[in-house]
């Protein structure tokens, strides 16, 4: 999948850093139809350092060769060292198993004042579609953990190009902004052109 990572939405959209949803509006959103039709051989867990190799293979494909990206694993010291990048503070990684074999991968990383970044959504090519639900499981799990953690927003960057994957945020609930609205302390991506918010609770 792209770096799941949906077109923009026709009319105005609001900053997200000051449209600020419940948490009932966000239980209700993880509890909606739009979570539902997933695969029930899906099996979902944090990474364990033994997911190196596999989870490279997961992405290095879809980055290279169906989107054009010229980027090598040294390229993403992150993927050779997930706990170290994400597993710490409120982040973590996440991969989906089917028979043992891992089709997607999702990543938050903790970037400080109750924010994180939604980093490396990525699903298999055969895989991805509602009648397996893998992206889908993948972002409930990780709304999830966020809520958990009593985190406020979660950012992400994406590009242009990636539109399937602009529908499929904006369809939960993520919200364009403008780069100039994002943290100091996120981690814009060179290939990074279009940037999403998700408030998960009323700011206090």
């Not at 060179?190 to 940037?195: A, I, L, P």
Request: aromatic content about 8%; charged content about 20%.
């Amino acid at each position: 999948m792209k770096e799941l990572p949906a077109d923009s939405q026709n009319g105005e959209i609001q900053s997200c850093l000051t449209t600020h949803p419940s948490r009932h509006h966000f239980a209700a959103r993880l509890n909606s139809g739009v979570m539902q039709h997933t695969d029930p051989m899906i099996q979902l867990r944090p990474y364990s350092p033994t997911d190196t190799d596999a989870i490279a293979a997961v992405i290095l494909p879809i980055q290279q060769h169906e989107f054009g990206i010229p980027i090598t694993i040294e390229a993403q010291p992150d993927l050779r060292n997930v706990q170290e990048f994400y597993q710490h503070g409120s982040g973590n990684f996440w991969v989906a198993e089917i028979e043992g074999r891992i089709v997607g991968t999702i990543a938050l990383l903790d970037i400080g004042n109750g924010d994180a970044a939604l980093r490396k959504m990525f699903v298999s090519e055969s895989f991805r579609g509602k009648e397996h639900g893998v992206a889908q499981r993948l972002l409930q799990e990780l709304l999830k953990w966020a809520g958990e953690k009593q985190l406020r927003r979660i950012y992400l960057g994406t590009t242009e190009q990636f539109l399937a994957a602009h529908r499929f945020y904006e369809k939960n609930g993520f919200l364009q902004i403008a780069k100039s609205d994002l943290p100091g302390s996120f981690p814009v991506m060179s290939v990074d052109t279009k940037f999403y918010c998700l408030s998960l609770q009323t700011a206090a």
